[in-house]
C-alpha cells in the first residue's frame, strides 16, 4: 500500500504536522476563512437569542448544552420510533429521489428527543428514540432546502430550518420535526515525546456524502441495533465502544490504549446534537516507555489500510491557542471541530444547567 508521508507546514511559528500523500515541497493551499462567514452570518441571525458560542470573534451556530464525564452520562429509551410528519411527506420523497444513489445504505441510528439534568445528581440524561440515516439525510442535512420546490403548499422561501425556529431561537428537540440523528466527534489529544501536547484532525475525501474536502474531528454515529431494541445497554457503554472502533479503525490506534477525559454534548444548527468525546491517547505496547507518542504515528497510519477509507489527510495541530488559530485561518475546518478546539481550550470543568422541578420521562 501507498505510504503515507510527513511534512510540516509552518504558519508564523506555529508548526501543523500533515500526513498524507502531497510533496514536501508542493505549495500549500490556503482555505480563505471569510467564505463561511455568509453562512455564520445567516444562522448568527435565525438563532439571534440562542447561547450560541462566540469563537474567533464571531458567534458560531453552536450551543454547549452540558459537560460531563463518561460515567455521569445517562438514557432513557424510548419504545417508538421516530416518523416523519405527514406534511413533510412529500418533501421527503422528493428529497430521496433526488439525494440516495445505489452505494447508500439506510442504517437504523440514534435520534436525541430531549435531553435533562438529572434532579440531585451529576448525572444528564438524553431521552432516545429509533431513526434511520435516510431520516436524517431529509431533514436534517436538508433544512435548508426550499420546501415549495418539493410541494407546493409552502411558502416562498420556507425551509425546515426556519419552520423549526421562532423569534431567534430553535424549537426544543422534543418539538422538532427533523430525526436530530445523534452524531459523535472524536477530540483527540496525543502528546508529543516532550510531552507537548497535539489534537488530531483528518480531512475528508472528496467523494464524501457529508463534509467533502472539510477538515475535521473524526466522527461516527452510534447505531441503533447496538442493543437499543431491547434497552439491554446504555448509551455511555456505546459511545466507548463507538470510541474504541472508530480510533482504530479511522487512526490505527489500538483498541484500549486511551481514556476519555469528557463529553461534551453540543446542539450544531449546521447538523444536529452531538456527542464530542474528549480523548487522551493513553498505554501503548509500542514504545519502549509503553505510550504512544505523535512520533509513532506516521508508522501506524501507514501500517493500517482502514485509515484512508473516509480520510485523504490527517493533521497533528499544537493544542494551543496559536494552534487553534493557526487551522482556522488556514483550513476549511468546519464548525462542529471549531466548537471542539474552543472547548478543549476554554472549558474543562463540568457543566450541567440548573435541573427542572419535575420530569417529562424516567431516569433508566
Not at 438514557?75 to 417508538?80: E, G, I, K, L, M
Not at 407546493?152 to 426556519?162: M, Q, V
Not at 512520533?295 to 489527510?313: A, Y
Not at 495541530?317 to 471549531?338: C, E, L, M, W
Request: proline share 5%; hydrophobic share 35%.
Amino acid at each position: 500500500m501507498e505510504q503515507f508521508k510527513q511534512r510540516t507546514i509552518n504558519f508564523d511559528g506555529t508548526e501543523i504536522i500533515e500526513y498524507g500523500f502531497s510533496d514536501e515541497n508542493e505549495p500549500f493551499q490556503k482555505f480563505d476563512k471569510t467564505s463561511l462567514y455568509p453562512q455564520l452570518d445567516t444562522l448568527e441571525k435565525i438563532y439571534e437569542k440562542e447561547k450560541l458560542l462566540v469563537i474567533d470573534g464571531k458567534r458560531h451556530p453552536s450551543v454547549l448544552l452540558a459537560a460531563i464525564d463518561l460515567e455521569n452520562l445517562e438514557n432513557y429509551t424510548q419504545d417508538n420510533k421516530f416518523q416523519i410528519p405527514p406534511f413533510l411527506e412529500k418533501f421527503y420523497e422528493g428529497m430521496k429521489a433526488e439525494k440516495v444513489k445505489p452505494k447508500h445504505t439506510n442504517g437504523r441510528r440514534i435520534r436525541i428527543v430531549d435531553h435533562r439534568p438529572s434532579f440531585g445528581t451529576k448525572n444528564y440524561i438524553l431521552n432516545i428514540q429509533e431513526t434511520s440515516y435516510f431520516d436524517f439525510m431529509m431533514t436534517n442535512a436538508s433544512q435548508d432546502a426550499i420546501l415549495k420546490n418539493y410541494d407546493s403548499k409552502f411558502f416562498e422561501g420556507s425551509t425546515l430550518r426556519s419552520l423549526n425556529a421562532l423569534d431567534g431561537k430553535a424549537y426544543p428537540l422534543h418539538a422538532s420535526s427533523m430525526s436530530n440523528m445523534l452524531g459523535l466527534a472524536f477530540l483527540i489529544k496525543i502528546n508529543d515525546s516532550k510531552d507537548n501536547p497535539y489534537l488530531f484532525f483528518g480531512k475528508r475525501k472528496g467523494d464524501r456524502t457529508v463534509g467533502a474536502n472539510t477538515v475535521s474531528l473524526l466522527g461516527g454515529t452510534p447505531e441503533w441495533d447496538d442493543g437499543f431494541k431491547d434497552k439491554s445497554v446504555k448509551l455511555r457503554d456505546v459511545v466507548y465502544k463507538n470510541t474504541k472502533e472508530e480510533l482504530n479503525e479511522e487512526l490505527g490506534i489500538p483498541a484500549n490504549e486511551f481514556d476519555i477525559t469528557k463529553l461534551y454534548f453540543c446542539q450544531d444548527f449546521t447538523r444536529a446534537p452531538t456527542l464530542i468525546v474528549k480523548s487522551e491517547i493513553g498505554k501503548s505496547k509500542i514504545n519502549s516507555n509503553g505510550k504512544i507518542v505523535l512520533e509513532d504515528m506516521i508508522d501506524i497510519l501507514s501500517s493500517t489500510p482502514s485509515v484512508k477509507d473516509e480520510h485523504s489527510e490527517f493533521y497533528a495541530v499544537p493544542a494551543t491557542k496559536q494552534g487553534f488559530d493557526a487551522i482556522i485561518n488556514n483550513y476549511n475546518f468546519n464548525v462542529i471541530s471549531r466548537t471542539g478546539f474552543f472547548l478543549y481550550l476554554s472549558h474543562g470543568k463540568n457543566y450541567i444547567p440548573k435541573a427542572p422541578t419535575f420530569f417529562p420521562f424516567k431516569k433508566k
